[in-house]
């Protein structure tokens, strides 16, 4: 076998542009190491074929894809609009309404019953992601009466949001309990939870999941302010994170995304856990065979900034073009990760400084393993894991070699298809001769390469990971 060219791990959205088993095929084949469903738009029924035809697709081929089911949570949406689409034009007056209605010229329905009560005249509503923007004149019963400040064309059950009003709900809906209900029974191996605000919201998530008996990695979502507020607590209760651009750049005044961005990422990675950057990556190449300059730089700079993974939503979801934004992105990241070893390695030394004093066994272990990696030319970073921590704690240094992760879990695998220069195994035995003769019959390694593995030897009172060995395979 042969490990992929690229250790950034991408996401593709699945859509109906996308969930062909001929598409899903090529989206594995160009490098999606993760599948997205977004549970706000269609119906159970689509998505458990999706669901299925994914996994059929990632067994024919052999190449393992995790899947991630990203929870509608409280974003306030556009009801169904005639033809599917209405122009908004600037100056316009039009309604934004919570009857029960279909949209046309002038007249959008919305799915919030509330909205009349959260809303006053000079307040900006903002739609599809902030690109239309509306100004209330006034509110007369369930018709919040509109000037379109920002003009465009809008789609049925695009997003809303309003700044300004406190929404008084919490991020984890019952609706989004029935979802990861659905989920659980398919055995999705991973859940976004939109708008976060506290870790409670996180914690309500995994004991839930733990009541159905089942196991999912858990990503935040930071799209609004009360997560960047509470992203330490957050960043804790999850397993992963993901900056959500779409509304984050809405809910937060637009130029400070970029800096935000390399802040968020920064506490991530130190905390060993995986950093998504998602939405508008490539976003032309929903329409266009090729991306901007400017996309190119965006994908190239979230993983110089230090993400696990970059994200593809409408490209691959609704686009024209969705192999050609995974192959894209592919290419993107091999050219870039290049540098972003050499970068890192500055990183790293700063990173180090910032390993309080009271860190942890596995924090020397992992230290450890970069040290040697200066000295020693080794092949590959062999880690028997049981929870996929020890993985995760060393691709936080992004090393340049392979960090080949063996674990008897498959949903621990496919937890790690989420993080940075991983690449996960199962096999029942954490044995290291196994782990030697099973790369050696992949054609992965040769008598004679160098490797460092990780262990955990019995001693002491230490459990899980204390000991770091350096040898030639034999
Ligand atoms: N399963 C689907 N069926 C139809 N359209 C979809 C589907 N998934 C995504 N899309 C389309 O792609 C667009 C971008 O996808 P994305 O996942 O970013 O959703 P979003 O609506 O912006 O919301 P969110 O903030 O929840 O991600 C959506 O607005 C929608 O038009
Ligand atoms: C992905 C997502 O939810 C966003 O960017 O808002
Ligand atoms: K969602
Ligand atoms: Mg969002």
Known sequence: MRLPSHKTKIIATIGPAS????????????????ARINFSHGTFEEHKKRIEKIRRAS??????VAILGDLPGVKIRVGNIIGGKVELRRNQ?????????????GLIPVEFKDLPKLVSPGD???????????KVVKVEGPDVVCKVIVGGVLYSHKGINIPNARIPLEAVTEKDLEILGFMAENEVDAVGISFVGSAYDVLKVRSFIEKQGAKMFVISKIERPDAIRNFEEILSASDGVMIARGDLGVEIPIEKLPILQKRLIEKAVMAGKPTIVATQMLESMTVEKLPTRAEVTDVANAILDGADAVMLSEETAVGKYPVDAVRMMAKIARATEAY???????????????????GTIKDAITRSIIEALQVVDAKYILTPTKSGYTARLISRFRPKQWILAFTSDEKVANGLMFSYGVYPFVIESHDENEIISLIKGLGLAREDDTVLLTKGAPVGKTVGTNTVRIFQVP
């Open 124 to 134: 900006v509503i903002y739609l599809s992601d902030g690109f239309i923007v509306l």
């Open 59 to 64: 067994e024919r081929l052999g190449r393992r």
């Open 340 to 358: 972003r070893e050499s970068f890192g390695n500055v990183r790293m030394l700063e990173w180090k400084e910032k390993i309080p004093k009271k």
């Open 19 to 34: 969930d062909d088993s001929k598409t899903l095929e090529a989206l594995i084949k160009a490098g999606m190491s993760v």
């Open 93 to 105: 007056t039009v309604t934004l309404t919570v009857r029960d209605v279909e949209g046309m010229e």
